[in-house]
């Protein structure tokens, strides 16, 4: 069973709120990554990290940031939230060119 | 960038039927990955395929990396009710100079199983 954790799990909060969702692995992944899924459809990547102080943006381009500091630790972070904002954020990591895992991912609703 | 073209978009079963789901690209990948996806939750790796021609199984579910490289299909065998979700593929690219490993999903079907 994978170990990757994503807090909270759910979030309302009103427009212009900073902030940050949470993800934690305890495989010693490099790799990590963030997408952004809408209910029931398909899945685009927002970042992804090859490891401590590397961040790429994705394909689907996103007004959120993250940082890598800590192998374990991927924070996705968005300044001030807007209703756009509104999806479910999935995390994963992986080994190089293996299978990733996800972490239960944090259902955002921004009012 | 890579797509990767998965069919049907969405299908409706009847209790114990066989299921067969596919993913094709115009790209060549070295990897392939089935996942489900419930409702609310994470998607759950079911099968990862390595080599081209591998045949896996996993329970009631096989899998098959097609042996242009470009293509995997899914079957599910006597399918149940909590079969239902969003089964993903993703294809891993080939490993490039500058370190770089990209998965790239595509976009589900989406299966309703009617009891």
């Known amino acids: 069973e994978a170990d990757i954790y994503q807090t909270p799990r759910y979030l309302v909060i009103g427009t212009g709120k900073k902030i940050t969702l949470e993800c934690s692995q305890t495989?010693?992944?490099?790799?990590m990554y963030w997408y952004q899924q809408d209910p029931g459809m398909e899945l685009h990547l927002i970042h992804y990290s090859y490891g401590v102080n590397s961040t790429e943006k994705g394909d689907l381009s996103s007004e959120s940031t993250v940082s890598r500091i800590r192998t374990e630790h991927f924070p996705l972070t968005l300044e001030s939230a807007r209703p756009s904002h509104t999806s479910q954020y999935l995390c994963a990591s992986s080994e190089h060119n293996s299978e990733a895992f996800f972490g239960q991912g944090t259902r955002l609703t921004v009012v | 960038g890579q797509q990767l073209n998965q069919s049907p978009q969405s299908m409706f079963i009847q209790e114990g039927e066989d299921v067969s789901m596919n993913c094709t690209s115009s790209s060549i990948f070295n990897t392939w990955l089935w996942y489900k996806q419930d409702p609310g939750e994470g998607p759950v790796l079911l099968i990862a395929?390595?080599?081209?021609?591998e045949l896996t199984s996993n329970g009631r579910l096989t899998a098959q990396f097609g042996i242009t490289r470009k293509d995997s299909f899914l079957n599910i065998s006597a399918s149940i009710p909590s079969d239902v979700g969003i089964y993903f593929c993703a294809g891993s690219s080939p490993y490039s100079g500058a370190g770089s490993y990209q998965l790239t999903f595509g976009k589900g079907t989406k299966l309703s199983v009617i009891p």
């Open positions: 395929l390595y080599k081209a021609g």
């Open positions: 495989m010693g992944h490099d790799k």
